[in-house]
């Protein structure tokens, strides 16, 4: 990933984190972005649901970017957060939280942020 990869991965985190409520166009947005191809995100959404919307959507596409790594998903915040809550734990690098509306918001921001540090871990 080059860092205008990492910039479209924040601009994406910044749309997620945001987010009141899931949309389809937001998951499509994610899967495209995640699977960096053009009709991925369609294609990963009429397959697997939208990883805006549905857990099981968001944990299918967590598989495919970061395979093996170790995850945890909550309604509540266990420090006090705004709200349901995930954790992503990449095989390699350090875990990344992050809070969302929904279940599976947090956890597409928990992905990005775990992405996004994984990214600039390896350039530094």
């Known amino acids: 990933m080059n860092p205008s990869n990492t910039e479209t991965l924040s601009e994406l985190l910044a749309r997620v984190e945001k987010a009141e409520a899931p949309d389809l166009e937001l998951g499509r ?3 495209n972005t995640l699977l960096s191809c053009g009709v991925a995100g369609a294609n990963f959404c009429a397959t ?10 968001a944990l299918a ?7 093996g790594c170790d995850w945890t998903i909550s309604n509540e915040s266990p420090i006090d957060g705004p709200g349901p809550f995930a ?11 992050a809070y969302g509306k ?3 918001l947090a956890l597409l921001a ?10 600039e871990g390896s350039r530094g």
């Open 29 to 31: 947005a994610a899967a």
């Open 48 to 57: 697997n649901g939208n990883p805006a919307a549905s857990l099981d959507a």
């Open 102 to 104: 929904t279940p599976a």
């Open 87 to 97: 954790w992503v734990q990449p095989a390699i690098g350090e875990g990344s939280r």
């Open 110 to 119: 928990a992905m990005l942020t775990a992405l996004i540090s994984k990214e």
């Open 61 to 67: 596409l967590l598989e495919r970017v970061l395979p």
